[in-house]
């Protein structure tokens, strides 16, 4: 379709010589990564698991928006009601745009978008310029800011498409703790689940809570009744205590495989920490194990465990951490090759 100015929606700083702004809600725009509109999770089920998750359920990490172009310039412009803060997010994570297009069936990164300035709750304009050719374009959203609604800006009289699948269409679910959500990443699609998006051509979604991934009955339940690719769960880092994890890692496993009896479920330890501390890595990574081996002796043949203790290995360990608990770009991309490895193995 040709986009024209009739097809736009008026914002606060819209004129005659502004882009075309168009609601990403409509087609042939394709979201990803939500269950409706921008929340990751119903806001029932999320006020059911805990306070925190219902607060955080909101933040868009993961989420896309999918469409084909030939417009020379892009703009985005999302309206929001509040963002995550904290030392460990910087802002081209908290509240940064990513911009890929699609290029011989592989994502090459193409840009970061920001507006010029938050204005109160919103964004300026502030166009990213290309050629006029078509490519096909994934914006990822921030990985802790909470949407109510987002716009793309194109030229007037430009082409606007549907972009096609992805090669495997049915996503992969990602649950856990803040190192699921991206805490730590240095943009919106440098967490791990993104990476390992981009690697395999797989849809899928983020279901990382930081600091609130606790493998509560009604988060599990929901995660239980979606369709899935793969399943891959990485909780440990929140729960209390070893005792805590215990007492949910295996009820979790046999809710989504008495619903899903066929689909693959990667089950993750957590990563090193480059600190001393008190918490029992060896201890959790036990009990996450057991979970595994309790599950082949009961006949289980498509479930998979992965030692996060070991996915930093190699030069520069110490590095790929930001704080010494949450990874940076680097930890994330060695996650990736390890639990990605697995799940290409499994989604085929």
Known sequence: MIVTREMGVTLPHTTMNSPVYLDVKNAPFRLYGFDNRFERVPAEI?????????????????????????????VVHGDFDYTENGTTWPIAAQAGFDIYFTENSKQKFRGVFGGSKPTGQNYSENRLRFTNEMKDVTIYFPVVTAFTNMYIGLHEGCVLEEMENYKYETPVVFYGSSIVHGVGAGRASTPYPSIISRRLDCNF??????????????????????????????????????????????????????????????????PPSPQPCDRDFEGRKRVIKATYERAIKEGDTNVYFIDGQTMFDGEFADCCTVDGCHPNDLGFYRMAISIGAVVEKVIK
């Open 46 to 74: 999320a006020k059911a698991t805990s306070e925190s998750v219902e607060r955080l359920a909101r933040t868009s990490a993961g989420g896309r928006v999918r469409f084909r172009t030939n417009s020379d310039y892009i």
């Open 205 to 270: 979604r983020n279901l990382g809570f930081g600091g609130a991934a606790k493998a509560e009955k009604p988060i599990m339940e929901y995660i239980a009744g979606l369709d899935m690719s793969v399943f891959v769960y990485d909780y440990d880092h929140n729960a209390p205590d070893t005792e805590h994890l215990e007492k949910t890692h295996y009820p979790f496993d046999k809710i989504i495989r008495d619903k899903n009896p066929e689909l693959p479920i990667v089950m993750v330890s957590s």
